[in-house]
């Protein structure tokens, strides 16, 4: 247990939804990423937020947004979904912004 | 950009060992890693080494990295069934910290 907490494990929503992706960091940790893993692209860096502040953007789509909270717990929102957002997202955490980084188990979506 | 690649594909037998190789561009690496996904879960950070470092050992697994070359490759020793999964290779950049993952080698332990 890497002790980084995503929430749900698994999603199914319809073309032109949106959902709300959650992730609790390891205790202590200040920086969360976000990536999506599918079959054609692997595993792609989203967005990095450090102590609430955006610190870092990857090939995050402009339908894609997240946040991350005083209480250090973030939220990546999907909307507009189509079929080809269907993937792993992963969250991960990491101390500080220069040290390794501890994923969760990962939230499958699935849009139908 | 950054890239980072790694072969699809490689099958050993219960008892050998295994070595998993990796190619990456960015000279300015700094940490490399290596993590382990197993089917329906998440990855599991394995082992990384520094840029300044040509191995590290840390029980049955062994990283060499040839910065000249930008080679980097995990060797699993006495291979096990339980270490059939995905192994990707990552690195960070200097600068911002994310992680750029290869695709991933699939390993496949045969009893």
């Known amino acids: 247990d890497s002790g980084v907490t995503q929430t749900p494990k698994h999603l199914i929503t319809a073309t032109g939804q949106r959902v709300t992706l959650r992730c609790s960091p390891r205790s202590g940790d200040l920086s969360v990423y976000w990536y999506q893993q599918s079959l054609d692209q692997g595993l792609q860096f989203l967005i990095q937020y450090y102590n609430g502040e955006e610190r870092a953007k990857g090939n995050i789509l402009e339908r894609f947004s997240a946040q991350q909270f005083p209480d250090l717990h973030s939220e990546l929102n999907l909307s507009s979904l189509e079929l080809g957002d269907s993937a792993l997202y992963f969250c991960a955490s990491a101390l500080g912004s220069n040290t390794e980084a501890f994923f969760g188990q990962g939230t499958r979506l699935t849009v139908v | 950009g950054e890239d980072v690649e790694q072969s699809l594909f490689l099958s050993v037998r219960e008892g050998d060992s295994s070595v998993i190789n990796c190619t990456y561009t960015d000279s300015s690496s700094t940490y490399l890693y290596w993590y382990k996904q197993e089917p329906g879960a998440g990855l599991q950070l394995l082992t990384y080494?520094?840029?300044?470092?040509d191995m590290k050992q840390d029980q049955r697994l062994t990283v060499l990295l040839n910065k000249k070359d930008k080679h980097l490759s995990l060797r699993i020793a006495d291979t096990q069934t339980g270490d059939s999964a995905i192994y990707f290779c990552?690195?960070?950049?200097?600068?911002?910290?994310?992680?750029?993952f290869g695709g991933g080698t699939r390993l496949m332990v045969k009893p």
């Open positions: 990552a690195e960070r950049e200097n600068a911002g910290n994310m992680l750029t």
């Open positions: 080494i520094f840029s300044n470092m």
